[in-house]
Every structure is written in C-alpha cells, then in structure tokens.
C-alpha cells in the first residue's frame, strides 16, 4: 500500500507565481514527515521538517491531520526553485525508522 | 556538515558480474541506508543497517546483499548484475533515535550492459 502520494509528477509555474506541492500520507500512527528537494545535478537534501514548524528558502509545510497532507507551499516561485521535491514519511521498520518517499514532483519555473 | 561519500559516480558494469557499491560517511551515525532512484518511482529503500553487522530487508532487496563491517562503512552487493539493475543507487545516513533527518551521498549511476 502507497505510503505517501504526490499526485503531480510534473508542475510548471512562472516566475512570482504562488506554488503548492501536494503530498497525502497513509499512516495509522502520529506521523513525522519531510520534504526533501534535488537540484540538477546536486545531492538530495533535507528542505525541511514538520516537527520544526520552519519555513526554508520561503517554503513552509503544515501537517493536515484530517486530511492526512502535508503540502508544500511558496508564495512567489523563484527559477533557483526548479527541482525535483520528495514527500517522505518517518515509519517504524523493525523497531528502527526508515522513510518512505512519495514518487517525486518536478517543479519547473519559468522567468 | 554531515558528509556520505559514495566511492563511484559512474559505473559500468557487465550482466553476471559481481558488482560492490561503496558508502562511507563521517558523521558517527548508526544507520544507513540503501536506495535505488528510478525516474517516475522515486526512492525505494533496498537494504538498510543500524549497527555495525546489522542488516534489514527494505522494499526491494531481492538481488541485493549489504555489508557493514565498520560503522562508517556500507557496502551494498550485486551478486550478479543484470540489467534490470540499471539506476542511480543512493547511500544515506541517519541518527538512530527516531524522527532523524537522512543525508544522502551524491549517488552512482550504474549502468548494466
């Protein structure tokens, strides 16, 4: 069973336009999720978590308990922001903690 | 900063060979972790270890073995390529206790002709 959803495998915004990536989760337990962000040709690392409430590079996520989201949002897209972003779900394996990503959206932003 | 080191960024390899995919990180962490990243797939876990000498299955481990004789160390095994194992392979690491963010290395393409 898919753990973690993003339904938008591609979305293409222009420049100062407002960006909302989707991410659902399936998950019984109280959930610790994540947004990692890949750039051309960079590592994947860590955007940002819900547990630190933050907000990275203008992005901030807020966990929907209800409607089990944890979208991704900016209110004016930069070109720099063009990348590939993970949803991920902190689950127990084994009494251990492993992720489990969402299949990935592209973001591409356009000037 | 956290530092995963993958040994290889391209790699070419034959159907049938054995082939070791090499992880070192710096950072004194317990677990790591493999993955394989496929376009329109994202991240699927193959194998990941939380001490030295561990190892636990992930989602697709099938043709895949692991080894972690070191802390620092994790090696992840093609026993025999082929080459539907053509991906780009990423190493991770992490905290053990809970909820820990995972920093990645910058992966390996391997290829499988």
């Known amino acids: 069973a898919q753990r973690v959803t993003q339904p938008e495998k591609l979305l293409s915004v222009f420049k100062g336009a407002p960006v909302e990536l989707k991410c659902n989760y399936s998950y019984s337990g109280s959930p610790e999720l994540f947004w990692y962000v890949q750039y051309s040709r960079q590592r994947l690392q860590l955007l940002l978590r819900h547990i630190s409430r933050e907000s990275i590079k203008g992005f901030t996520a807020d966990l929907n308990k209800g409607e089990t989201s944890f979208h991704l949002k900016k209110p004016f897209a930069q070109e720099e922001d063009s990348a590939m972003y993970y949803c991920a779900l902190s689950l127990g394996r084994s009494g251990y903690s492993t992720l489990t990503f969402g299949k990935g959206t592209m973001l591409l932003v356009s000037p | 900063d956290v530092k995963v080191t993958q040994s290889s960024r391209y790699l070419v390899k034959r159907t049938g060979e054995k082939v070791f995919l090499e992880c070192v990180q710096d950072?004194?962490?317990?677990?790591m972790f493999w993955y394989r990243q496929d376009p329109g797939l994202g991240l699927r876990l193959i194998y990941f270890s939380y001490d030295v000498k561990m190892k636990e299955k992930g989602d697709i481990p099938e043709g895949y073995s692991v080894s972690r004789e070191k802390k620092e160390r994790f090696s992840l095994i093609l026993e025999s390529a082929s080459t539907n194992q053509t991906s780009m392979y990423l190493c991770?690491?992490?905290?053990?206790?809970?909820?820990?963010?995972?920093?990645f290395g910058d992966g390996t393409r391997l290829s499988i002709l």
């Open positions: 950072m004194d962490h317990e677990n």
């Open positions: 991770a690491s992490s905290f053990r206790r809970g909820g820990q963010p995972q920093h």
